[in-house]
Every structure is written in C-alpha cells, then in structure tokens.
C-alpha cells in the first residue's frame, strides 16, 4: 500500500489556493489545505476541499474517439494524431494558416498554452489563438494597459486585510473567491470601510458600511460620479496626480457632467450614499479597488475598467501596500494563459504581434513567425466557423457551446465546421460536436505551473499518472506539432525531457518571466512577475515609483446605455454569475457529489414583488424568454435581487443563461455583454407539462 501527500494547487479560482492531493496507490482519495501556502494559509473554500472528487469520475475521457455518425468509436493514440496532423495540414496548405483557429484554456498549465500558441503561431502560421479570458478579463487587460501599462492586479492577496477601505464592485467574492472574500471580511473586522456596489444583496453587502445597489450596466456613471464627488471637494490627492499622471485636465471636462443628483436618475443610488462612500474611499490611508466580472462582462467593460483606475488615481490610492485595482481572475490559470501569450494580439508577456521588432525576435527563436497582425478572438473564430471562414477548430480545455453568448448561434457555427478538435477531460457539450476528442490528463495528472489572480506562478504537482490512455496537455500538442513539421530556430523544437525545460523556454522569450524557473518556485514557493532575472525576487506591487507605462493616464469616459435596454415584450432585466459550490460550464463541480448535492439544479432569482404580480409560487418552474431563446428553470423568490432584475446562475446546461445572453461586443476588449440583456417571465401552464398530462392521463385510465 502506498500513502502520499502531494502539494499542488487548486484547480478552480484564480486564488490559486495550496492543497494536498492525498493519494493511496494510484487513486486521488482526498484533499487538504496547505498550511504552509502564503494565500490561503490552511483553508480552503467547499470546491477546494472536493478538488479531487471528480478525477476518478466513470465519465473520464481514458481513449481518443472519432465521430461516427452521432456516436463515437475509441481509436488508437497513432490513428488519432495523424487525422489530426493530416486535416490540419490539408486545411492550412488549401485554405491557408487562417482559416484555422485555436483555443487555449484557462484551466491548463502555462506550459501547455505557451506550446498551444507556439503551435498556432510557429507550426500553422496563423495568430489565430484565444481563450476564455475574452469572455471574463480582456477588458482588465485592454483598460488597465491603458491607463498604467500593464493588464493585471496591482497587488497581492494577503494585503487586502490591512486595507482601511475597500471598494468591492461587480465581485460576488464570498461566492465566486470565498478565500479572497474572507481576507475581506476580516480587513472590515479590522475596521475597514466597506463599499460594495452590486445589484445584488450578495453577503458582503450585508457586512458593508455601504451597499449602492446599481441599476446594471450602469457603472460608468457611478464611478465618475465619485469622482465628481472627490473632486468638487478637493478631496484628490494633488501631488500624486502632478508628478505620477497625465490628462488629468480631460477628466474634470468628463466627470463635471456626474453630480450625485443626475447619477442617482441613471444608476439608481441615493445621491448622499454615493457621496459619502466616495469621501470614504478618498480620505482612507489605504484604499483598495477589488472588482469581477461585474465589471468587465458589459459592451462598456473596457470603460469601466478604466474609470475604475481613473478613481484609484485620482485620489492616489495605487502603488503603495493594500490600495491598488484588483480584478479577481476567474479560472485557475486565466492570468497564465494570458501572460505565455494565448492571446491574438500579443506574444508570450503582452509582446504585440503587430511590432515588427517583436515579430522578428520570435522569427529568430522559433525559425517561424506569423505575419505581424492580430489573429480572431474566440467568439470572432465561432462566428467565422458558422459562415466557412474558419474551416477547423483546435479546442483544448474550453467549452463554448455553454460558455459563450446566444449558445444557438454557437451551436449551428460548430455543426458546420469542416474539423473540430476537441482535447478535453470529460466529453463537454462542445466535445459532443467533435470529429475527433483527445482524452487529457487533468490537474492532478500533470505538472507545470498556474499563475493565480496577484501574479503568483505556482507549481502544479503531478499526483498520479493520467488516468486510461489520457495524456498530458502539453505531450498531445508535442506530438501534433512535430507531426505538422517544426521550425528549425533554436527554440522551434517541440521535444522537452519536461515541463520544467517548457517554463525554461518560456524565461527565455518572455521578459516578465525572465527569472522564473521550477528550479527556483520549488525552492521559493512562489514568484510573482514581473521577475526578470535569475535573482529577482518578483514583484507583490506593481507601480509603486513609476507606472508600467511611465506616467499613469487618466481616461475619462462618458456613460453608454448597455445594447439592450428593457421594454414592454422584455421587461426585466437579467444578469448572470456563479454561485459558491459550482465552477464556470460545471463540467468538474456536477461531478463532485458533494458540490452537486448542494446545488443540483439552475434557478433564476425573482423578486417578491415581481413574484407577486407575476403569481409566481415558490420554486415554481417558469420560462425565461429573451431575443435569443428561451430556457425553462426553477423560480428562487428572493430579495437577493431588486425588483425588475433577475438573476441566474450560468453553470448548468439544461437551463443554460448563455442561451438567453446578448453577443454584442465590448468594441474594445471584443468581451460579450453577459451581464445584461432583457427578458420576460412567462408561467409554464398545465398543459405544456408533459409529465403532468402523462400522469393525469394515467390516472384518468
Ligand atoms: Fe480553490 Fe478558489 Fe476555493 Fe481557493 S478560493 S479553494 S482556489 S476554488
């Protein structure tokens, strides 16, 4: 018998919380905190301590398939690659490097997205390569690059508990980061002020100084707003905005516009709360902005990202312990996947693909470059795929056909396509609509490294063997690429003794992760980037003497309407989000018992009032109706949600909300408007019940 404790991290949040994979011979049997981990210090949220539970599941993928009609047959690892290898190639040398797209994925090690756009770019041609991080974080990335130069969180963790103030916006963090939420709650135990801005009562707001409940997609207007506030008041931090910043002049000529009276009209919040949580934040010696999806997940994404770092820099509360804006990643690994370059428009550590220098120095180290301009986002790639411009899809780890908007539309663009790929651990609905599924390995299956949501690269352990004839990751896309042909460049080779010679690869070519080694993050723990040299130690805060981009920028925008406002054939409005025992698709949390138990089944959040008019009864089924589809699901009467709003939760896929969400884009960011579309509430009757006419009829014989 063989007993061992393997110290790994997480596989969902981007906390990136340490746990002990506990393993007796051969089988992942349990998990435990990490004691020693600098961020979650022993604890773990309900997912991390069932992050096992679904790794010995009977609906592992253990063999490659191929379609069949509607079904699928097992093939051999050696017949599977070369159909792969062989469409690829036939598609690229027909059709060209574009018409070929590739999706990363956010749960995957750095190593394996790093090789997956290596792939893309070196072997294919094409710059062709995304993942889910369009439909969660881009407008961070686009908005704080923006504004300071670089599109991650200023600060670390561990730090929000000395914060005197934090603004929590757009973050149902108890639920969505329960470890980030309790540093939270013990910042306020500390005496903090806490502000959260929600539509909803989520539990930090019952825990805030000041909950401003805003009408959704308003949050432009808020912010500047409080801005309008601190700076009519002289409440802005002069010095700060003299020596650290630049277009100061232009936000005063924007935010005069948003005086508490006129940003109440828009957003719904009482004009004294917003001016009394803005002097809080103002006055506070540390000041920290922690934001989610919320935010980003509006066609105005990118504009509240940057009014949100306009408002840290207006009072100065950036650069220094415990103040900064801090978007809490989603995946495991959303923050890597970004930063190795599984991205369109940039290289390995936002290098962009359109600077000729960039392209030439990638030209020289792989021996094959892409021409130099963006490739397509992944909703752009589905879009393509549905009219024949994109003829094969390459999708590793990621599941659009629950994660992306107006899932219909989705669904016919992946029946059309000419080749689809799917690499995958379980056979997702995306999967069901592959020509070929490559079983991989999971998170306890394989090594390398995550990057949590503060910059901090971790090694990921490897516990046990991949289950069945699954593979790791970064080995199947090895094996295609050399079956595609590599180029001759000294780092063109796809042939590693390991992952650790992947990450060396990596240091190499990408500046932020120049000092970044397994060598050094077994010793050490951790590493945040930027860590440029074999002896930086990395960096907890970012722009503490200058900003990324030298001086900060002010960005001043106006308030836009989201694309879909409500009216009398659609009269509420719905936003979307997680909830604590589920993860993203719920490919992995519906196959937790545990997890599942908790929360079987959707729901969609009603308010009593509206309950009422509408004779809505307790968990009674109803039929949600937007322009895009219909889903039926369970009625939560719950205060939860304002009166006109709805809520529902986008894990599961018989009562999927992407089916009713709105695909108009962030111009910017290229991000779908999740948070925000229209809908109605209509009551299901008796007679479109079938069970019930089954039974009545039964009954009645
Ligand atoms: Fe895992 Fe996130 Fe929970 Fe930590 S907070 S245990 S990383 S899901």
Known sequence: MEYRNVPTICTYCGTGCGLLLEVLDGQVVGTYPDYA???????????????????????????????????????????????????????????????????????????????????????????????????????????????????????????????RCILVTGSNTTEGHPIIGARIMRAKERGATLIVVDPRDIQLA???????????????????????????????????????????????????????????????????????????????????????????????????????????????????????????????????????GALPNVYPGYQSVTDEKVRQKFLEAWGAAPPARAGFTVTEMVDLAGVGAIRALYIMGENPLLSDPNIHHAREALERIEFLVVQDIFLSETAQFAHVVLPAASFAETSGTFTATDRRVQLVRQAIPP??????????????????????????KFDYAGTAEIMDEIAALTPIYGGISHR????????????????????????TEQFTRGLGRFQPVHYRDPAELTDKEYPFILTTGRVMFHWHTGTMTRRSPKLHKEVPEGYVEINPLDAERLQIGKSERIRLVSRRGAVETKAWITRRVAPGVVFMPFHFAEAAANVLTNAALDPVAKIPEY????????????????????????GAS
């Open 37 to 163: 981990h600098p961020v979650s210090e022993g604890h773990l949220c309900i997912k991390g301590w069932n992050a096992g539970a679904f790794v010995h599941h009977p609906d592992r993928l253990t063999k490659p398939l191929f379609r069949k009609g509607n079904d699928f047959v097992e093939v051999s690892w050696d017949e599977a690659l070369e159909r792969v290898a062989g469409e690829l190639k036939r598609i690229r040398d027909q059709y060209g490097p574009d018409a070929i797209g590739l999706f990363g994925s956010a749960k995957a090690t750095n190593e394996a997205n790093y090789l997956m756009q290596k792939l893309a770019r070196a072997v294919i041609g094409t710059n062709n390569i995304d993942h889910c991080a369009r439909l969660c974080h881009a407008p961070s990335v686009a908005g704080l690059a923006m504004t300071f130069g670089s599109g991650a969180m200023t600060n670390s963790i561990p730090e929000l508990e000395n914060s």
């Open 206 to 340: 019952r825990f805030a100084d000041f909950h401003l409940r805003q009408r959704p997609g308003t949050d432009v207007a808020w912010i500047n707003g409080m801005i309008h506030v601190i700076l009519r008041e002289g409440l802005e931090n002069k010095e700060f905005i003299a020596t650290r910043t630049e277009n100061f002049d232009a936000l005063w000529e924007v935010v005069k516009e948003y005086p508490p009276e006129r940003v109440e009209q828009i957003t719904g919040i009482p004009a004294d709360q917003l001016a009394a949580a803005a002097r809080a934040y103002a006055r506070a010696e540390s000041a920290a902005i922690v934001y989610a999806m919320g935010i980003t997940q509006h066609t105005t994404g990118t504009d509240n990202v940057v009014s949100l770092a306009n408002l840290a820099m207006v009072t100065g509360q950036i650069g220094r312990p415990s103040t900064g804006v801090n978007p809490l990643r989603g995946q495991n690994n959303v923050q890597g996947a970004c930063d190795v």
């Open 467 to 492: 289950i069945g004839e699954s593979r790791e990751d970064w080995q199947i896309i090895c094996e295609i690429a050399r079956r595609l042909g590599t180029p001759a460049g000294p780092y063109g």
């Open 520 to 543: 050094r993050l077994e010793e050490l723990g951790f590493l945040q980037w930027p860590c440029r040299t074999p002896d930086d130690p990395g960096t907890p805060i970012l722009h």
């Open 675 to 698: 948070k925000v579309c229209a809908v109605r509430i209509e009551k299901i009757t008796e007679v479109e019940r079938p069970e019930k006419l089954v039974a009545a009829r039964a």
